[in-house]
């Protein structure tokens, strides 16, 4: 049973689709990358997931059944519009929205002091909202989208917003989540944290997949036909090399149709040149980003 | 779980109000000496004749001047504190000309009770008796018995004992639905603009979001209206040495407590649902305040025209506010303490209330999800009606 099955969702505002004709699913225990560019569809696909708006056709399954009350409880929600009651305190902001999950008040104080002491927030604890810093809240939030143990974890732009050492504690436990086999999806527009943190990506433009598949394999299938070398010595002339590019510390020399990575390796040697670095380009998900991105709009 | 203190602030402001207003009300008549009767001269000139005697009235006494001059001479002169002329013609057109130097509103009463009693005496004291006089001055001491059908005397006598609850019952009715639309409408927008929404749409649908809002907001308002209801027995008792007799002839009208539960009930629920829709739709708490301003002056309207009730109660305005759900409910109420309201009418009342109840759920519950999750932006009516057409 997937964690997720997404069946040929539909979403129109006014005249414009913002979901197109989408289908994906999520494995338990995977972790799904799902990216675009800003105005893309992400948060619509994620809402009509959790049943916050509805498809205008389509189907949306979670955990095996449509999404009710009872199975709501077992997915954890991180939005990309949030906030908490700013007068209320940490942790009753903490009890009261796992108690609307199904925890008992007793269960939730207690998973709620242990996770607050495990992201040193525990001294915070009786800091009402609005007297806490825009990372710490984001923090709090996080620990209210986990507190129940969910099954499935959707998170939507988790990291904006962050500096760097919060980054780094939310990733951690993202790590975590992992570990723990939860299925999970990380909605974002950066791509370094998708290359970090996820198995595969489905990344849509203008409410439609553009690319959809396991992270390794799609670089590998976007890979320009190019290796990047540092060596000792003068290189000349290279069969099977159609251009030689000059970067900061190493060359980068991209290949003919006919001729592999290896079989140039082979020919370098051959001439006994010192290779200190022989590495096949894979460009940055980035790249590929703005490619598909870019194809698109043309 | 969010204790607010304005809603506690509220609570206990208005039984603690009325108890300074009466704790006020018994200082000043305690300090206040029992009234001296001041002795009063007025003039006046006969120019029709005849108008000699009585002119002892009470405290006021008459003084006859020959001409307007003179009296107008004594009244500058402070001797008199005003007078008056009796025309040639007084008989035929009853027209009495009244000089004074004080701005006033009209006479004073005593001051007419007084010249009315000196023209009547004088035209009419040689051709009766004293009693006959008596009962020309005053003919009429009306004492009203209400019999039912039967005709027996009827356990609910009407007037202004019937009038009070039902009275400060409409006010605490407004109030209360005022307040407890308005708490929910806050917390509604509070919870838009700081952005809960989503989260709490996670774990909850709308139409429970929807309807654990009205029900608990309705739950805190009817503590409130049952705070100020227990606590006006007691200030009652407390003002009754400053309205004194009054309160024995306090009545409840018949079916008033069924009827002031349903319509508490009914009335607030239109209206927290009205408020509902209006949180959903509207950007920021200030915009849904002012939207929700629009449906609550109505709430009013029957408060305006309370004493219009009073003096023409079989007007068929009256029935048309009694039918209209959002004036019904305080309409309802105030028209129970004046007249009797016939059976179809509360029949249809409450039946048009629970139906556009109905009707304002159904169409807030296809708003409600669409547009909580806007923000920064509300939607043009044309926006809402498309909406409301494919829910």
Redesign the interface.
């Known amino acids: 049973m997937p964690a997720v099955e997404v069946n040929h969702v539909v979403k129109s505002y006014a005249d414009k689709a913002a979901v197109n004709d989408l289908s994906f699913s999520v494995a338990q225990g995977e972790v799904l990358g799902l990216i675009g560019p800003n105005g893309a569809g992400k948060t619509t696909t994620i809402r009509m997931m959790m049943d916050i708006i509805k498809p205008d056709s389509g189907d949306v399954t979670i955990l095996g059944e449509k999404l009710s009350e009872a199975s709501k409880n077992k997915v954890g929600y991180f939005p990309e519009e949030r906030g908490l009651y700013r007068k209320l305190r940490a942790i009753d902001s903490i009890i009261y929205l796992a108690s609307l999950k199904g925890m008992d008040r007793h269960s939730a104080e207690e998973k709620a002091n242990e996770l607050l002491n495990q992201t040193g927030m525990l001294p915070h604890k009786r800091k009402k909202i609005e007297e806490l810093s825009q990372g710490m809240g984001q923090v709090i939030q996080f620990l209210i989208t986990i507190i129940h143990d969910p099954e499935l974890v959707i998170l939507d732009e988790p990291f904006s917003g962050l500096d760097p050492v919060n980054t780094e504690l939310l990733k951690r436990m993202f790590v975590d989540l992992r570990n723990q086999g939860k299925a999970v999806i990380l909605s974002t527009h950066r791509m370094n944290e998708v290359e970090e943190l996820c198995d595969r990506i489905l990344m849509i433009n203008n409410g439609r997949a553009v690319l959809y598949g396991n992270l390794t394999e799609i670089k590998s299938r976007y890979r320009s036909d190019s290796v990047l070398l540092e060596c000792e010595g003068e290189l000349g002339e290279v069969p099977g090399v159609t251009e030689k590019r000059t970067h900061k510390g190493c060359v980068e020399l991209v290949l003919d149709g006919n001729t592999t990575p290896q079989q140039l390796l082979e020919r370098l040697l051959s001439r006994g040149i010192v290779i200190n670095r022989f590495e096949v380009a894979i460009p940055p998900l980035n790249e590929i980003f703005l490619k598909v991105v870019g194809k698109n709009h043309e | 779980?969010?204790v607010r203190k304005g809603f506690i602030i509220i609570t206990l402001a208005l039984p603690l109000l009325a108890l300074l207003a009466i704790g006020i009300s018994q200082l000043i008549s305690g300090i206040a000496e029992p009234p001296v009767v001041e002795e009063v001269t007025i003039g006046y000139v006969d120019k029709s004749g005849g108008f000699q005697q009585y002119t002892s009235q009470g405290n006021i006494t008459l003084v006859r001047f020959d001409t307007p001059d003179e009296a107008t001479r004594a009244l500058v002169g402070g001797d008199i504190k005003e007078y008056f002329v009796i025309p040639p013609d007084y008989i035929s057109t009853g027209v009495i000309s009244r000089y004074t130097l004080e701005k006033q509103l009209e006479a004073p009463a005593d001051i007419t009770a007084a010249i009315k009693s000196f023209l009547l005496s004088n035209l009419l004291g040689e051709k009766i008796s004293p009693e006959t006089m008596d009962r020309v001055e005053a003919p009429l001491n009306l004492v009203t018995t209400r019999l039912t059908e039967t005709g027996d005397i009827a356990p609910e006598q009407g007037g202004f004992g019937n009038f009070i609850i039902p009275g400060v019952f409409s006010l605490l009715l407004v109030l209360s639905i005022i307040f407890s639309s308005g708490y929910l409408l806050q917390g509604l927008s509070?919870?838009k603009e700081?952005?809960?929404i989503?989260?709490?749409?996670?774990?909850?649908?709308a139409r429970?979001l929807l309807t654990g809002k009205v029900l608990g907001i309705g739950a805190a308002g009817l503590v409130q209206v049952g705070v100020w209801v227990v606590s006006a027995p007691l200030l009652l008792r407390l003002a009754s040495s400053s309205i004194g007799g009054f309160i024995s002839t306090i009545q409840l009208p018949a079916n008033f407590l069924v009827l002031a539960v349903v319509y508490f009930i009914l009335g607030y629920l239109l209206y927290a649902v009205l408020s509902a829709s209006i949180g959903a739709i509207s950007s920021n708490s200030r915009e849904g305040q002012q939207l929700i301003g629009i449906f609550t002056l109505p709430l009013l309207i029957p408060l305006w025209f309370m004493s219009l009730l009073m003096a023409f109660p079989n007007n068929p305005i009256w029935v048309v506010l009694t039918i209209l759900p959002i004036t019904s409910p305080v309409e309802v109420i105030i028209r129970l303490g004046v007249s009797d309201i016939p059976a179809w009418q509360l029949v249809a009342s409450i039946a048009v209330l629970v139906l556009s109840i109905i009707g304002t759920l159904l169409l807030t519950t296809r708003v409600f999800?669409?547009y909580l999750?806007m923000?920064g932006k509300r939607p043009g009516i044309g926006e809402i009606i498309r909406s409301l057409r494919s829910g």
């Open positions: 779980m969010v509070e919870e700081n952005r809960l989503e989260i709490l749409l996670s774990s909850v649908s429970q999800r669409a999750l923000y």
